[in-house]
């Protein structure tokens, strides 16, 4: 394999195992779920992007030719992660998950709690 080929591939591996670790630790470390879902939604993507374009790169390097494999699973997980991450957020406000002080912002909160579901009609005249 060519010199500048690996090297490619050794520093997708190690940047991507990096951001996953940054992600893994601050899901841990993190104080409340709305500071917490940051983690996964931001370190831990990027960094298995850089897993599977490294992937990738060696895949194609050894078959000759392009797979859209680790393509197809980083755009499933590009598009996925931030919604999951903000409906886990949206049902944590309606349940009154508690904040921390410094990420309580209790106009936009108690808003967002009072609103009605679609088709609610209860108290609607």
Do not use: C
Request: hydrophobic fraction near 50%; avoid cysteine.
């Amino acid at each position: 394999m060519n010199f500048w080929v690996e090297l490619l591939i050794s520093v997708l591996l190690i940047l991507g195992g990096v951001f996953v670790l940054v992600g893994s630790i601050g899901l841990i470390r993190l104080k409340d779920l709305y500071v917490r879902l940051h983690a996964p939604t931001k370190a831990t993507t990027l960094g298995l992007g850089g897993i599977l374009l490294g992937s990738m790169v060696y895949m194609s390097h050894q078959h000759g030719y392009l797979t859209i494999h680790e393509l197809l699973i980083t755009l499933f997980l590009v598009i996925t992660a931030p919604v999951t991450a903000h409906i886990l957020a949206k049902v944590a406000m309606h349940h009154e998950v508690p904040m921390m002080k410094r990420t309580r912002n209790a106009e936009h909160v108690s808003t967002a709690r009072k609103q009605q579901a679609p088709g609610d009609t209860k108290d609607q005249d």
